[in-house]
């Protein structure tokens, strides 16, 4: 298996260096030349397997360059950190099931990725004799599990960006209460597409990326992808039987790369019937699918803060994809976006779009009315990400089909906007009521590459 870019400026490469390669070196994304199909009757066969089971074959028929029994190892011992047997367990309630993603250490989706993510990367460096330095951007839940995947990991430092005053405190305290010598919180005066465009300046500077080895934890980093495709299938297995068949997903999205990788799932041959895009008020994504309008505009504070970002940065792979793979089309995109603020489409082009998803944009005053009703009438609480989420599958989905909603994240990361929808305090886990009081280190910078480039060099250990 190996890799190629969306901008068609690389040879095709292997896994590990695919990992390694984060961004690919023209700047574009890095996606498998072909997806492997999975059958009816192999779906069948993977009923009765534990999650890290199907994670090891879903993942091995994308890996050839890791010995079996090491990718095994590498699966174990990354969900041997979760807190719930199954991973990722389905709960029904009131007509939809929540596929409960936040079982991991920092209580997101992201830990899915990430702990594997960690390992990974330890594996390959180990192996070549390397060291890495992570740079990435947060709007909150990627940051803290990116840097509790690597936390004590030999041969590794991690910078993190956030946009100052932008997470929620208890997002901030995740990241910030981790003093080790290799981890670096950075918040930076602006918004989170202020820090991906510098994470994105600093891996497309060639000559810096490879004199200080950077790595990308962001969803730019295949390996996120592939291992979040996982809970798809997963999901699929849980709630069907062998007469029915068809799935929705609800992904609240923010950069896209949770719902692409519903998007590879379907792919592979997973009967997906819809992929439901749920967005809050930074509803670009929306617009698109919806109206074919790709316009940026002003990324707005919301009580889902993980999805507040305008330019999602998967969204490039499935251009590819709309484009025929045709990659020059690719780059046009993104010259268009620059000169103009938007891409535009073609009728023939919306009519793929809308039948790969539906979409709704879900407001703040709906997504804490969502999270009040949905307590009162099933006991039931949902963070504000999973809300906007449930809230779009309860509006757009038909309920003859099974309705999975992605819960990306507990509701005491968000406990502010939970109590103000439920009137109640959210029961607080032990890990979130053991940061407060810890100290804390962040050094606070504005949105400027120069500053950001300069403390990166000053501080790699
Ligand atoms: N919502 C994310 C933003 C970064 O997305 P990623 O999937 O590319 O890492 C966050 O919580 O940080």
Same mark, same amino acid.
């Given at each position: ?315 490039? =792979?499935?251009?590819?994809? $709309?484009?025929?793979? *045709?990659? %020059? /089309? #690719?780059?046009? +995109? ?56 449930? =809230?779009?599958?309860?509006? $757009?989905?038909?309920? *003859?089909? %099974? /309705? #999975?909603?992605? +819960? ?54």
């Amino acid at each position: 298996m190996h890799y190629i870019s969306t901008r068609g400026g690389i040879q095709p490469i292997a896994f590990k260096d695919a990992v390694m390669m984060g961004l690919a070196t023209d700047g574009g994304l890095l996606l498998p030349e072909a997806y492997p199909q999975v059958s009816r009757q192999q779906l069948e066969e993977w009923r009765s397997l534990s999650y890290q089971e199907l994670a090891f074959h879903i993942i091995s028929g994308f890996v050839d360059d890791i010995p079996p029994a090491d990718l095994k190892d590498l699966i174990n011992r990354s969900y041997a950190t979760f807190s719930h047997p199954e991973i990722t367990p389905v709960v029904k309630h009131d007509g939809v099931y929540i596929l409960e993603l936040f079982h991991g250490v920092t209580l997101a989706f992201k830990d899915v990725a990430l702990q594997f993510l960690g390992n990974l990367f330890e594996y390959i460096l180990a192996e070549r004799n390397e060291q890495l330095n992570i740079i990435g951007a947060t709007s909150g839940d990627t940051g803290s599990a990116a840097i509790h995947g690597v936390r004590g990991k030999k041969g590794i430092n991690i910078f993190i960006l956030h946009p100052h005053g932008k997470t929620s405190p208890v997002q901030a305290l995740q990241m910030t209460t981790v003093t080790d010598a290799n981890v670096h919180n950075i918040a930076v005066s602006g918004t989170f597409d202020d820090c991906q465009d510098i994470v994105k300046a600093l891996f497309n500077d060639l000559e810096f990326k490879k004199k200080y080895s950077l790595g990308a934890v962001n969803s730019i980093n295949w390996a996120r992808v592939l291992a979040q495709v996982v809970y798809y299938f997963y999901a699929w297995l849980r709630v069907t039987d062998e007469d029915e068949r068809k799935v929705s997903f609800s992904v609240p999205t923010g950069n896209f790369g949770d719902i692409f990788a519903g998007y590879v799932a379907k792919k592979m041959g997973l009967p997906i019937d819809k992929l439901l895009l749920a967005t809050n008020e930074n509803n670009i994504l929306t617009r698109f699918v919806n109206d074919g309008d790709y316009s940026l505009s002003d990324v707005v504070s919301t009580a889902s803060p993980s999805m507040d970002i305008q330019l999602a940065s998967n969204f490039e =792979r499935y251009l590819f994809y $709309l484009y025929n793979q *045709d990659s %020059a /089309r #690719v780059r046009g +995109a993104f010259t268009q976006l620059k000169e103009q603020g938007r891409i535009t489409f073609s009728s023939e082009e919306m009519a793929r779009v809308q039948a790969d998803f539906a979409s709704a944009s879900v407001d703040q005053a709906q997504t804490l009315e969502t999270i009040g009703s949905f307590n009162r009438e099933t006991g039931y609480i949902l963070d504000p990400h999973t809300a906007v989420g449930v =809230r779009a599958a309860l509006d $757009l989905l038909p309920a *003859d089909i %099974a /309705r #999975v909603c992605l +819960a990306t994240a507990h509701p005491a990361k968000f406990g502010e906007a939970v109590e103000k929808a439920t009137s109640a305090a959210t029961p607080i886990p032990p890990g979130i009521a053991a940061l407060h009081g810890k100290p804390t280190r962040c050094d606070l910078m504005d949105a400027d590459l120069e500053q950001v480039k300069d403390f990166f060099i000053k501080h790699i250990v």
